[in-house]
């Protein structure tokens, strides 16, 4: 075969074949694709905790000084009257201060351990307002500044006149009158708030706990008659040579009204059952039991006695009208679980309020 005769035959390549990702391929990328979604959710997740426990945090704190603001509050305004009278030199001739908590001031202030009972509050696990317990819980007293000037006081017929027929008192409201050398606390058995100038404070009242006496002198004496004392005058006119009948002889005399608090842990009665800080409020005749703040589980207080050098429990409190201080602990927790441990955020707060009518 001559070689000028071959033609010249194009070479034809062999087509391409595509190649898919192998097993080993496939499975690295997917590892590496979940490592990246992980993380995301990781993050997510982690983001979300952060987010929640802060949430939580806040709660608490906000909780927390709700509650001492409103609690400092009444221990700082306790023990004190409208005319700077001590309040151990108080003749308190309400009936019945055994047993109804409202009536026995005990000096304006009175603190329970946790195993104490307190008249008128039960123990409880679940019903709504009980007390918890081995929580500590505290009373208090105090009165109102918008007390009004006594113009005339009678003893012989309980009748006090007031210097405003706008007075607020009301039939069964609790007062306390005082002046510069004693205050009295009783139960106002008639009372016409915008109609009459005039209140009574004898017994028979119809309205719980009632006078023991209408005498509201020193020292209190239990009978109809009682220690006779007038209000306005220069030591009660029971002094023969410092008569009334000389207005240089007239003292400034208050009445206003008192108000009795009760601060306490107690159960929410939700589902489920968490304690709380509740105060329990009397003014006059009309009694108030408020959920403060939720997720307090326990209280402590101690207590500070003047000259003292250290703070004591209820139990070694040796005067009570002697306690300048207060010092108050809280362990709160809240209502997520978001902690790390599977628990809620629990956290511990204490504040001292001092007893302001006691600084001196």
Known sequence: MRLDTLECIPRVRAPFTQRGFSLIELMIAMVLGLIVSGAAVALFFSNS??????????????????????????????????????????????????????????????????????????????????????????????????GVTIEDHNPTSASIKLNTVNHGMADGDIAMACDADHAAIFQIVGAQSGINVNIVHGTGNSVSPGNCSKGLGLPVVCN?????????????????????????????AILAKLRASRWYIGNDGGTPNRSS????????????????????????????????????DAALVADW??????????????????????QALARNFDHTVTIRNRAQ
């Open 49 to 146: 905790r952060t987010y929640a426990s802060t949430e939580s945090l806040g709660r608490i704190q906000e909780n927390a000084r709700t509650a001492f603001e409103l609690m400092a509050r009444d221990v700082r305004e306790s023990a004190g009257n409208a005319c700077g009278t001590v309040m151990n030199n108080t003749a308190n001739v309400l009936d019945d201060q055994a047993t109804t908590w409202f009536a026995n001031f005990n000096g304006g202030i009175r603190g329970y351990g946790g195993t104490t009972p307190m008249v008128g509050l039960d123990f409880g696990t679940s019903v709504r307002g009980t007390r918890v317990s081995g929580t500590d819980a505290l009373d208090l007293s105090s009165v109102f500044s918008d």
């Open 224 to 252: 109809p008659v009682g220690s006779s004392y007038q209000f306005g005058c220069a030591f009660g006119n029971n002094v023969a040579s410092v008569p009334c009948t000389d207005p240089a002889n007239r003292w400034t």
């Open 321 to 342: 009208t002697n306690v300048v201080a207060v010092r108050i602990e809280l362990e709160m927790e809240g209502q997520d679980i978001v902690g790390t441990d599977g």
């Open 277 to 312: 800080l509740f105060q329990m409020v009397r003014i006059g005749s009309v009694e108030t039991a408020i959920e403060v703040a939720d997720g307090v589980n326990n209280m402590t207080l101690s207590y500070l006695e003047r000259d003292a050098t250290d703070y004591v």
